[in-house]
């Protein structure tokens, strides 16, 4: 599967984004999805992760109430909603998939397939 992450952009704190993460190749298989970020001269982490059903969604303690993960099956699009963003929210944000299934904070170095970054940066 190929990931192509957009949405990216500059916007000023409190404000609002959506990402989007469209799937192309081998799309009828189930695959976990989730969001990663990584800031500048730092690793990377996660942000929230989507089970293959979309009935399982779990987030990082730093977005939750803030963040929204979702999937749109229709359409192959993963979405990340980001609200009342902060200015530690800046960073490149990716998307992956696996096949496998994983709960709570998902593991960076098991996620098979993974997207171009896509730069959020959030003014104070």
């Known amino acids: 599967v190929q990931l192509q992450a957009s949405g990216g952009g500059l916007v000023q704190a409190g404000d609002s984004l959506r990402l989007s993460c469209a799937a192309s190749g081998r799309t009828g298989s189930s695959y976990t999805m989730g969001w990663f970020r990584q800031a500048p001269g730092k690793e990377r982490e996660f942000v929230a992760g989507i089970n293959d059903s979309g009935g399982r969604r779990y987030y990082a303690d730093s977005v939750k109430g803030r963040f929204s993960i979702s999937k749109d099956y229709a359409k192959n699009t993963l979405y990340l909603q980001m609200n009342s963003l902060k200015p530690e929210d800046t960073a490149v944000y990716y998307c992956?998939?696996?096949?496998?299934?994983?709960?709570?904070?998902?593991?960076?170095?098991?996620?098979?397939?993974w997207g171009k970054g896509t730069q959020v940066t959030v003014s104070s």
């Open positions: 992956a998939a696996d096949r496998a299934s994983y709960s709570g904070t998902y593991p960076l170095g098991r996620m098979n397939y």
